[in-house]
């Protein structure tokens, strides 16, 4: 058995590329060390390298790290750049909570706050330029100019302590011109926060509110009732918190916030607000805390890929980035494949370290799709030995199994995506270090090929075949695995024919029951029109443990595209929910329209 070595130090050396200039940075490195930092100075820049050791436990017959082994990561930082300030719109119906989230985002991150209604009292009652053009209109009751108002943003935006602390405009714009007139002036938020809650939750909240003419104070009959009776009997309603007022107050938003969707679509995140506050706002802190990480990735080389000596295993530690673009560009960029490669094995890895061992990966860009004409079989292969590498390399001994011919004499046979697959795999380069033989083995589909040795299967595209059904011999190679995992990628277990030409109805149920038993750890798929494969219209993707993300592509000025998220979903959502979301309504309240899928 073998045995730990002593802790003992080394001597390592790494690198950074920052726009061709090599810069280097070397130290003596402690293993037993949790986590160390270097830094080094290159007079406008600062090298940080940072590594963080895994943990390492004593498995029997040999060691292996506990998750990836050292993780390296590496920025070049400018030292006297200064940090990127947000800029942020936020959009929500009346009694949405966009005020009490307003004041959540100044409070944590110090932006300036400007609402146009205070804005415009302050700019009248300092008896400014814009105030006085703008009193004219308020005192006969009239709505100020767009021109005005503008003009009004346009200068706050452009004093001192706005462009010292970054800006959070509240509710503006409202409309489409307004949104046309601030671009016009190269006024665009980073991001544009649209809080979503359905339109019976918020005539509920309008109906319910009460003001105490004494103190000014707002309570709700439901949510936050009155402390005492003597309260509850002085509270009056507001001559527009009725139902009816509400509900034209909600179609005006909703046919703006529209017009808005479309402008800002490049920036626009939706956030559920039929929720507590405070969960509303962990939300929204996490897409302002992920928008400040990218701005400070840009003012740095980023994470590069590092010169790392023999057993140290680099580990990219980003978060996901979002989706590649041109994925109907065929065949796909080495960059792309790769991207989702690494997509999937995080995502993957994550369900296995929770102790999850019955899962599905579900991949379908253009050449991992059989049902077009770019389908590439080498794709998956690649996709195979990069999921089974990503284990070995923490010391997993993994079986990469393709299921052989089926039935026997002239009802023998197999799927014809999978023809030859299994001499592909065999022959295929699995690295210098003889990874295959050792770590890695490949296998059929079947009870037969699991054994003691094992520590995990990967099968590639299990499917049936007319006249032949692979799941009895999945479920058999499921039990006999027991607790060790077992991940099937991109399955096509649907039932098909027996070799007669009829449906093989004994069993059926339970066969389709065990194929839908396996856990989505990865689920991505591009959506196009209804019987179309062409254009891109947006995408789906669901990387454990995250939720279902929707994403629309969006064109832009520049003839880019991006990815902008529409919402989330604890499952997989219809089609009916995905067109309700492109359409810009409820999901909740479906009609049976159709058109994507």
């Known amino acids: 058995m073998a045995t730990a070595a002593s802790p003992a130090s080394c001597f390592h050396s790494w690198s950074c590329n920052e726009r061709g200039r090599q810069l280097s940075l070397s130290s003596s490195l402690f293993l037993p060390a949790a986590s160390t930092n270097f830094q080094r100075d290159y007079g406008e820049k600062l090298i940080t390298l940072s590594t963080y050791r895994s943990s390492v436990r004593r498995v029997p017959g040999f060691l292996s790290r506990k998750h990836k082994g050292f993780k390296v990561k590496c920025s070049i930082t400018e030292k006297n ?22 004041a959540y985002i100044v409070e944590k991150y110090g932006l300036l706050h400007i609402s146009t209604g205070d804005l415009l009292r302050a700019e009248v009652a300092a008896g400014t330029e814009n105030g006085l053009k703008a009193k004219k209109y308020m005192t006969k009751g009239q709505l100020v100019p767009d021109d005005i108002v503008i003009q009004m943003v346009k200068d706050r935006l452009e004093e001192a302590d706005s462009q010292g602390k970054g800006w959070l405009l509240d509710g503006f714009p409202r409309s489409s011109s307004q949104a046309d007139a601030l671009k016009a ?29 004494l103190t000014g104070k707002i309570y709700h009959l439901k949510y936050a009732p009155p402390e005492s009776e003597d309260i509850a009997s002085r509270l009056t309603q507001r001559i527009d918190d009725t139902e009816d007022k509400a509900k034209v107050r909600l179609q005006s938003y909703a046919m703006n916030v529209g017009a808005l969707s479309s402008i800002y679509a490049d920036v626009m995140q939706k956030v559920d607000g039929n929720r507590p506050k405070l969960l509303v706002f962990e939300e929204i802190d996490r897409v302002l805390t992920d928008l400040q990480d990218k701005y400070e990735r840009g003012l740095t080389a980023g994470e590069e890929k590092i010169e790392v000596p023999s057993g140290v295993i680099y580990e990219n530690k980003d978060n996901w980035r979002g989706i590649p673009t041109r994925l109907n560009s065929i065949p796909h960029s080495r960059e792309i494949r790769e991207y989702f ?174 194929a839908g038993s396996f856990f989505v750890c990865y689920n991505f798929r591009l959506l196009y029109l209804s019987g179309t494969q062409y254009p891109i219209l947006g995408a789906l993707r669901m990387a454990y443990p995250s939720q279902y993300e929707l994403y629309k592509r969006v064109d832009l000025d520049s003839g880019k595209e991006r990815y902008a998220l529409l919402g989330t979903f604890t499952e997989e959502p219809t089609t009916e929910e995905i067109t309700a979301a492109f359409d810009g309504r409820d999901p909740k309240k479906l009609s049976n329209t159709g058109g994507l899928w």
């Open 185 to 213: 002036l190269g006024i665009k938020p980073d991001v544009f926060i649209v809080l979503d809650v359905p339109e019976e939750v918020l005539i509920e909240r309008v109906v319910g509110r009460r003001l105490d003419p």
């Open 81 to 102: 750049a200064k940090p990127r300030l947000l800029k942020v719109m936020i959009s929500g119906a009346p009694a949405s909570g966009k005020g009490t989230q307003c």
């Open 341 to 514: 490669y690494d997509d999937v094995c995080r995502a993957t890895k994550n369900a296995v370290e929770d102790g999850i061992h019955k899962l599905k990966v579900q991949i379908t860009i253009p050449e991992l799709n059989p049902e077009m004409d770019v389908y590439r079989i080498g794709t998956l292969l690649e996709l195979m030995r990069e999921l089974a590498f990503s284990f070995a390399r923490d010391g997993k001994r993994v079986k990469v199994c393709v299921q052989g011919s089926m039935g026997a004499g002239i009802f023998a046979g197999m799927p014809l995506q999978l023809a030859g697959t299994r001499r592909m795999l065999e022959v295929m380069d699995w690295g210098e270090y003889e990874s295959k033989g050792t770590f890695i083995n490949i296998g059929s589909i079947g009870a037969n090929e699991v054994t003691d040795n094992d520590d995990m299967f990967i099968l590639m595209a299990p499917q049936n075949a007319v006249g032949n059904c692979i799941i009895d011999d999945l479920q058999a190679m499921v039990i006999a695995a027991g607790d060790r995992p077992v991940i099937i990628v991109n399955p096509r277990l649907k039932d098909l024919p027996s070799a007669a030409g009829v449906m093989q109805i004994r069993g059926r149920e339970k066969r389709m029951e065990f």
